[in-house]
């Protein structure tokens, strides 16, 4: 069966409505509190370099609250079983008109299976950004301690020793195969909860011999919701507005983390993620594009296998189109050209194959119930919906660990030769055609591994610092870094002692690369994609990243990247330059707790020496270096306030930084929004010049006289000609488009010191500039895109040719004095390229300062 047209049209133009999320932060979101007493802390940041990764966020109110150390064990067999907390009652809940199980009925449920089975462990793995409880429930039959150990013992040689497991014939079959079933990461895709449910009960109370088998073989790992927030909330993404099942390669937010220590712990050889809605259920593997680092031929023949297994169960269910409404199973790799690729390693499938999972799959359980159906159904319609959503979910799972058991040496066998491959240092594996009917030229991707990544030590502060964010990244990810203990050449580079290198020759090479490989350009290969096409950190976090193809050095490995943040010994003013994120989050810190901080020249901020002792915690909070100030002065800076008609990522990223943000949209400014508070307006989403009322614009205006604008894309553009403000004209680049571009910076306010590549979706450039116009940025002359997906449209228009060496980012102060700046790039998307966002900073601090609302005369 071939997927319907409109249907791909539906797929692709969902994918792009995830970009601009609501500008209405969620009302629980939890501010930061505004002083925090850190201590004083030694003079080098011994602090910083124990923190965990992404430490110095201000947004990290609720802990992330790890279990003791559950995998491997430390004297514990299974059952494992703890009373969960028993949530208060909530009518609210929007699983409850669906005839689900509510949130918080979920741990009174599971802490009865703990009480009727001794198959059943429950634990909190994590907790969501609103501070829920995550679930994680192990289904297996009971082990001895001296067995989990035996377990957990075999788990790490798969993985560290995969040459000598992959000879020792026993290990493959006394080794309980680990499967890992995710459910509802999107929050309004709910019966994937209810599905794990029902089987965990089921394998719990069954008599069946084959139960008992299958469960003496495998481990089954649930997460029972992984986006408690959406659940309850009826909505996709999580309580801070990201959507879970993007960020992965990311890993923003404290869901995404606790998934990614998970499947890092657990490691799977076949995983589930269980989604809604599409009619006939979808089964994964997918179409072309297929991302390139996998070791792609164990993972079609598992994949397409268990894929087969999953539509014969839920076709076997016996709903049909005439009697239920319900279509028969689609595969997109089997059913359709493209459109449903699993190119960016941003979903739960996409990432875990990296863990070792040779089978990973989405599932799109069938029958719609949320959005406008969810509001307009009635009642019974949707529970109608919903108990059949739940038989498919649990089929799917069913069909799963089935498969896992029937295959349960060889799935294990695979899972060792991937990390084999990996740490033999292999070159990557050409998929062979007919691997499995239907396996063509369009499917095949491969890359090249180098012998190794280094991150140079000694390229100065700011890259020191980026070098660390990104090593705590990778190690995060469970990829090895090592530090070289001394100098080493390649070929004619010397590379400092303390340079980090990543040695390619490792079990999990293939997410090592895929974040450290600048990326592909495939425009050219497919027409249409699912998401994301582009990502780097090598190319977007701000470290300097370099690929060798030879190896001799002396290197230590490292569990996290060594501090950065200093204060000079001498006495006297200190000087802070802010040229990185972590600058930043030192510099707002600093300005929240009210020190007398100017702004002196080529961005640097000058801290009085009487307030050496906020600077030494804020050097080891942030593992920023203060050094001396040569002179004190300049203009006292004070804390930028931003009014933000912005989408959810742009706010969080914007609040991490320290800004202090308000939320603002068209109806707040209609509702007449005071604007005495606010020093920059940021206009990315939701604020609409012409639906403004009389008072609204009048109010604006006024602001325009004293403040600042910083703008982001069409909704910036469209904004910036109905009020007035710089002399351009706005080229939108087809709206799909996306990926790492290449740039050329000024040596402008804003364009000083950013990177020579940034990031682009439904990109846009600037023509006709005013003579009040600087360009900051520009798309470079030679092809721009250097990874990622951008054509032309079908008019030839709006593709990369035309964007060549076009302005991208620009600033200006429009005739009222308002100063402007506008971006046509997405420095902050879904909080990805880090090392883009001092650039924004860079644009507030400029926007406010000229404007004079932040900096006031001495
Ligand atoms: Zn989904």
Not at 309 to 317: I, K, P, R, S
Not at 337 to 365: K, L, N, R
Not at 780 to 806: C, F, I, K, T, Y
Request: charged residues 20%; negative net charge.
């Amino acid at each position: 069966m071939r997927l319907p047209t409109a249907l791909l049209g539906v797929a692709v133009s969902a994918a792009l409505l995830v970009v601009p999320q609501s500008a209405q932060a969620d009302p629980a979101d939890p501010q930061p509190p505004a002083v925090r007493d850190f201590g004083n802390g030694p003079e080098r940041n011994e602090v910083a370099a124990g923190l965990p990764e992404q430490a110095g966020t201000l947004r990290a109110p609720q802990a992330e609250k790890r279990p003791d150390p559950a995998w491997p064990s430390h004297g514990h067999g299974y059952p494992r079983q703890t009373r969960l907390p028993e949530p208060a009652e909530n009518p609210a809940d929007a699983s409850i008109k669906l005839g689900l199980v509510p949130y918080h009925a979920i741990a009174p449920k599971l802490n009865e299976l703990q009480r009727r089975s001794d198959r059943v462990s429950v634990e909190v793995f994590g907790r969501s950004h609103q501070g829920r409880d995550m679930y994680l429930v192990t289904v297996t039959a009971p082990e001895s301690a001296a067995e989990a150990r035996e377990q957990a013992r075999m788990r790490e040689r798969i993985e560290n020793d995969p040459a000598s497991a992959a000879r020792d014939r026993a290990l493959a079959k006394r080794y309980k195969a680990p499967v890992f079933v995710n459910a509802n990461i999107h929050g309004n895709e709910w019966e994937g909860t209810d599905g794990v449910l029902r089987t965990v009960e089921e394998l719990a109370t069954s008599t069946d011999p084959a139960v008992a088998d299958l469960l003496s073989k495998t481990r089954l790992y649930f997460n029972v919701t992984a986006n408690p927030d959406g659940r309850v909330l009826g909505q996709r993404p999580n309580g801070a507005g990201f959507d879970l099942n993007r960020d992965f390669i990311t890993a923003s937010q404290p869901e995404t983390r606790a998934m990614r220590q998970l499947m890092t712990d657990t490691q799977p050889v076949a995983m589930v993620d269980l989604h809604g809605y599409v009619n006939g259920t979808l089964i994964e593997p997918t179409t072309p594009p297929h991302g390139a680092n996998y070791e792609y031929d164990l993972f079609i023949k598992n994949t397409y296998a268990n894929g087969l297994g999953m539509e014969a169960a839920v076709n076997g269910l016996g709903y049909t189109l005439e009697k239920d409404g319900v279509r028969p199973v689609q595969i997109p790799f089997r059913d359709d050209p493209e459109g449903w690729d699993d190119w960016p390693p941003i979903f739960t499938p996409q990432y875990a194959p990296f863990h070792g999972a040779v089978a990973s799959h989405t599932v799109e359980i069938p029958l719609r119930v949320n959005n406008a159906d969810y509001t307009n159904l009635p009642v019974e319609e949707l529970r109608r919906r919903s108990a059949i959503n739940t038989d498919v979910a649990a089929a799917a799972i069913r069909a799963t660990y089935t498969f896992v058991h029937s295959r349960h040496q060889q799935l294990v066998a695979d899972q060792i030769e991937v990390f084999r491959r990996g740490t033999a240092g292999e070159p990557a594996k050409e998929v062979p055609l007919g691997i499995v009917p239907g396996f063509g030229p369009e499917d095949v991707y491969t890359t090249t591994y180098p012998r190794a990544y280094v991150i140079p030590a000694g390229s100065g502060q700011r890259s020191e610092m980026a070098a660390g964010r990104l090593v705590d990244h990778l190690i995060a990810n469970d990829v090895r870094v090592e530090r070289a203990e001394r100098s080493f050449r390649v070929g004619r580079t010397t590379y400092p002692e303390g340079s980090y290198v990543v040695d390619m020759r490792q079990p999990k090479r293939g997410l090592a690369n895929v974040m450290l490989e600048p990326g592909q350009d495939i425009s050219p290969r497919v027409d249409a994609m699912y998401d994301i096409s582009g990502w780097s950190h090598a190319l977007l976090w701000g470290a300097t990243v370099e690929p060798v193809d030879s190896l001799r050095v002396k290197a230590d490995p490292v569990k996290a990247a060594a501090p950065t943040g200093s204060v000079p010994r001498t006495f006297g003013p200190l000087a802070l330059k802010v040229g990185d994120a972590k600058e930043v989050m030192a510099l707002n810190d600093l300005l929240a707790q009210g020190v007398e901080v100017t702004w002196g020249d080529g961005g640097t901020a000058v801290v009085p020496a009487s307030a050496r002792a906020a600077a030494r915690t804020a050097a080891d909070r942030y593992g920023v270096a203060f050094t001396p100030a040569r002179r004190s002065g300049g203009t006292p800076l004070t804390q930028v306030r931003i009014a933000a008609a912005a989408s959810a990522d742009e706010l969080y990223t914007l609040r991490e930084m320290g800004f202090s943000v308000t939320p603002v949209s068209t109806q707040v400014l209609n509702d007449g929004f005071d604007w005495s508070a606010t020093d920059v307006l940021f206009v990315s989403s939701g604020l609409n010049h012409a639906q403004l009322s009389p008072q609204a614009r009048t109010a604006l205006d006024a602001f325009l006289t004293t403040g600042g604008v910083v703008t982001r894309g069409g909704t910036g553009t469209s904004f910036n000609a109905a009020a007035g403000l710089l002399t351009v004209t706005g080229v939108a680049g087809r709206s799909d488009a996306n990926g790492v571009v290449r740039t050329v910076v000024s040596d402008g306010s804003v364009g000083a010191g950013s990177p020579e590549h940034s990031f682009v979706y439904s990109p846009r450039w600037f023509t006709g500039l005013g003579p009040e116009v600087q360009v900051e940025q520009a798309y470079a002359a030679e092809g721009p895109l250097v990874s990622g997906h951008w054509r032309a449209d079908q008019n030839g228009m709006g593709g990369p040719e035309q964007a060549r060496g076009q302005a991208a980012v620009v600033s200006g102060r429009d005739e009222r004095g308002a100063a402007v700046v506008m971006f046509g790039t997405e420095p902050m998307f879904r909080n990805h390229p880090k090392g883009l966002f001092p650039q924004v900073a860079r644009a507030l601090y400029w926007s406010s300062s000229v404007t004079g609302a932040a900096v006031t005369t001495p």
